[in-house]
Each structure stands twice: as structure tokens, then as C-alpha cells.
């Protein structure tokens, strides 16, 4: 079945008709620059187009605080510190408490104290293995570092990855915009991730100018149809 093409010219006057408020586009950056916590961005935002921030901007900066303290390893000041802005944040969570505790003998282990990371497992972490006994095998996991020092091909050796320091602190990250009754994703990715999948759908039926660089806006030349429909992933 023949397709559709759409020269520059002929998509560029389509999207020209299409009504987009600049209120709720100032409305998704300024989303995402609190959610991201670009304090000093929203700050300049609000002030020059006068878009709201519906938060106190001067908790972006506890909030991102808190998440570099796990992002680089020191988990107790990051405890400190949010029992200080919310004290029912962890005492509510017990998931998240267990996962900053984790996290801390983690850290112990990758400073090469054993001592002090069997302690700490004995005293903070099995009490609450006993507790919720989903927990216990996580920690077993973890105590197989110990045990296999040194050794990168060790299954649990991904735990001491920077990619795990980065996955506690979005957690923790998320229960804090959670308890100010913020998103705890950003409006614009995701929107821009729609963007692309409804190109997909529809250059299964026409060919027209695709959006090549999302920083710019900047559209490519007619691309062909696909022959293959691709689905949405789940948000």
C-alpha cells in the first residue's frame, strides 16, 4: 500500500496549526527543574517568565544535598540529614530505612573494614531481617562481599557499582518529593518519550520530516515507513 510523503514545507504548516499553550510549556520545565532539583535554573525560570514553582525552592537544595551524601557514600550524614527535614520519612518506610542501611554496610565493606561491616550487620541489619524476613536474603547477598573479597566475578560484586549508590539515592530522592506532595518523575521525559513512540506508529502509514536532535527541535528529512509497528513501554 502506498504511503503518504510529507515534504518540510507541508509538516512545518501542520505543526504550525497545532494550538500549544505557552503557559503549560512553561508549566513542563519548570516541572522538571524542580523534580531534577536545578534550583538555581527554577529560581531564574520563575523570575523571567513568571511561572510558579509550587514549592519551596529552598527545599531543592536540602533535597539535593541529601541525594549527593548517598551518591557519594556517606549514608549515616544522609540519614542525619533527613531525619532532620522529615523524621517521618524513614519511620514510615521501612524499605527505604533497610535500603539506606544496606547501603551503609556496603560502604563498609568497600572501605575494607570487616570488622566494623560484621558489626554493623549483627547490630542494625539482622534485627530487621528478623523482622521482615523478605530482608534476609538481600543481606546474605551483601555478606557474600565479605566473603569473597577481592574477587570481581563474585555475583553480588554489581552491589559495589556506582550504578547502586545512584539507585538508593533516586529512591530516597522519590519518598521526599512524595512527602512535599510533588511527581516524582518529571512531566517532560516522558512526554518526549510519547513523542517519538507516536512517530513510530505513524511512520508506519506516511513518511515525513522525523524530530532528529530533541536538545534543538531540529526535524530530519522524510523517513521511511516502518514496516514493523513497535509498542509503548509501560510508563
Known sequence: ??????????????????????????????????????????EVFQRESGTPADVDLSSIAERMQIRRCVEEGRIEDAIDQVNDLNAQILDTNPRLFFDLLKQHLIELIRSGDAAAALSFAQKELAPLAEDQPEFLDELEEIMTLLAFAGEPSTPAAGLLEPSQRHSTASELNEAILRTQSQETQPRLPTLIRRTLWAEEKLAQHARFPHLKDIPSARLGAPAASSAHPTAMEDE
Do not use: Q
Open 1 to 42: 500500500m502506498s504511503t503518504h510523503t510529507f515534504s518540510a514545507e507541508e509538516w512545518d504548516e501542520l505543526l504550525g496549526k497545532v494550538s500549544i499553550s505557552k503557559t503549560e510549556l512553561n508549566a513542563l520545565v519548570m516541572n522538571y527543574l524542580v523534580i531534577e532539583g536545578h534550583k538555581d535554573a527554577a
